[in-house]
C-alpha cells in the first residue's frame, strides 16, 4: 500500500466535498431572521425568552454536498422556549404555539405553509440557496431528570447533560396531556460531546480554549471531514434506497467513538473506519446517545432489521472503498472510483499527485513528490 498516494487521495476527496463557509454564514442569517420574528414586540413568545440554534450537521460542521444541486440542504433547529416549564403546557401546546408563530412567519415572507411533522415544523427556505428547516419546540429539561441523566452517564461526559431539553412528539403517549414525562433531546450537549472528541489530539488548554471560542464549521478536524467523506459515501450507495441507509447520527458517533486523536485525514479515516463496528450476530444492538443514555440511536432496527442489514451492508462497501483510495495505475482509475463510490470530480492537478506520470510509465525509478501536509485545525490561531 503506497501511504502518500492514499494519503493525497483523501486530501483530494476531501477539498471536493468541502463545503464553503458562506454557506454555514447563511445558514446562521435565516435562523436569525426566525428568532427575530420570535423576539419582535406584541410577538406570542416573545416573553417566553425564545432561543433558536442550529442542531445535527450544521452545528457539528459536518455538513454533506448534495448529490443532487437542486436538493438543498437540511438544516435541523430547536426553538427552546428558555422561561418556560415542562408542566406548564403538553407538547401539543408547546407544539402549536411554535407553530403558529412560525405559520406566521413564512405568510409574512411569501413562503409556503409549514408542514408539522412528529416533532418538529417543516419550512422550506428558498433564495439562492434552499435550506430545508425543521424547527423542533423545546423547553428546558428539569433539575431531577438531569440529575438521573448525570448518574447514567459516562463520568466523563456526565457535564455535557446540563444543557438538556424537553421536546415535542405527536407519537408520544403524554403528547396531549401535562406532565413532566416528556421525550429527551440535547443537541447542544451532543455537539459539545463531538467537539471534545474532535479535540482530542490538542492537549495544550490554552490552544483549546482558543478553538472553543470559534464555529465548529471553523475547526475542520481530521474527525470532522471524515465523518463527511464517511456520509456523502452512504448517501452514494443508497441514493435510490435512502430509507433503509444508515442515519447520520449513527454515523457521527460510531465515527466519534472510534477516532483515535489521528493528526491527519488519512490516517484517521482509514483508522476510523477499520474501527467501525459490526453488529452482526449481536441480539440487540445498542448505539447510546452519549449525552442521554436513555436514547438507543439504533431503536428501529428491531423493528427495521432491513436498517441493520444495510448497516452492515454499508459498512463492508465503505471499507473497500476507503482501502481503494490511492491504489491506482491509472488517472482514469483513479476519476472513476472517486465518482462511483464519492459522487466526486477528480481535479486534473489532484490526479497528478495521486497517479504520478512516472508510475504509469513503468520506469526504474519514480521521482518523489512532496506532499503538502498542513497542520490542521488551529494552526493559525496564535
Not at 435565516?30 to 423576539?39: A, K, N
Not at 408542514?115 to 419550512?123: G, M, Q, T, V, Y
Not at 441514493?239 to 484517521?268: C, F, G, M, Q, V
Request: proline share 6%; charged share 30%.
Amino acid at each position: 500500500m503506497n501511504v502518500q498516494k492514499q494519503r493525497a487521495a483523501a486530501n483530494a476527496l476531501a477539498e471536493s466535498l468541502k463545503i464553503p463557509a458562506s454557506l454555514y454564514l447563511q445558514a446562521i442569517e435565516r435562523y436569525e431572521r426566525i428568532s427575530e420574528h420570535l423576539e419582535r414586540d406584541g410577538g406570542a413568545v416573545a416573553h417566553l425568552d425564545p432561543l433558536i440554534y442550529s442542531q445535527g450537521s450544521f452545528q457539528l460542521g459536518t455538513v454533506v454536498r448534495p448529490i443532487d444541486k437542486d436538493e438543498g440542504y437540511d438544516l435541523d433547529l430547536a426553538c427552546e422556549l428558555q422561561a418556560r416549564n415542562k408542566t406548564d403546557q403538553s407538547q401539543q401546546e408547546l407544539k402549536e404555539l411554535i407553530g403558529d408563530e412560525v405559520k406566521a412567519y413564512a405568510k409574512q415572507h411569501g413562503m409556503q405553509e409549514p408542514e408539522e411533522k412528529s416533532r418538529c415544523w417543516h419550512l422550506d427556505y428558498r433564495d439562492d440557496v434552499t435550506f430545508h428547516m425543521d424547527i423542533v419546540p423545546a423547553v428546558p429539561e428539569d433539575e431531577a431528570t438531569k440529575h438521573q441523566l448525570r448518574a447514567r452517564a459516562n463520568p466523563e461526559w456526565a457535564r455535557f447533560v446540563d444543557t438538556a431539553v424537553a421536546i415535542t412528539d405527536w407519537n408520544d403517549e403524554n403528547y396531549s396531556v401535562r406532565t413532566d414525562d416528556l421525550p429527551k433531546s440535547n443537541p447542544k450537549g451532543y455537539a459539545d460531546w463531538f467537539r471534545t472528541q474532535a479535540a482530542r489530539r490538542y492537549t495544550d488548554l490554552v490552544e483549546l480554549r482558543k478553538a472553543e471560542q470559534i464555529p465548529s464549521y471553523e475547526w475542520d478536524t481530521p474527525l470532522q471531514t471524515a465523518v463527511q467523506i464517511l456520509k456523502r459515501h452512504r448517501d452514494v450507495m443508497f441514493e435510490k434506497n435512502s430509507d433503509d441507509a444508515p442515519i447520520s447520527i449513527i454515523i457521527t458517533t460510531l465515527a466519534a467513538h472510534a477516532y483515535e486523536a489521528e493528526a491527519d485525514l488519512r490516517d484517521a479515516l482509514v483508522g476510523i473506519v477499520d474501527r467501525l463496528p459490526s453488529f452482526d450476530g449481536i441480539a440487540e444492538p445498542r448505539i447510546e446517545n452519549p449525552v442521554n443514555p436513555e436514547e438507543n440511536f439504533a431503536d428501529k432496527w428491531e423493528s427495521k432489521p432491513e436498517r441493520r442489514r444495510a448497516y452492515e451492508a454499508w459498512l463492508k462497501r465503505v471499507r473497500e472503498d476507503v482501502a481503494e483510495l490511492g491504489q491506482y495505475l491509472t488517472k482514469a482509475a483513479a476519476g472513476q472510483h472517486f465518482n462511483e463510490a464519492f459522487r466526486s470530480t477528480l481535479k486534473s492537478e489532484s490526479a497528478d499527485r495521486i497517479v504520478p506520470a512516472a508510475t504509469v510509465a513503468a520506469t526504474a525509478t519514480a521521482p518523489h513528490i512532496p506532499l503538502r501536509n498542513e497542520p490542521k485545525p488551529w494552526a493559525n490561531l496564535g
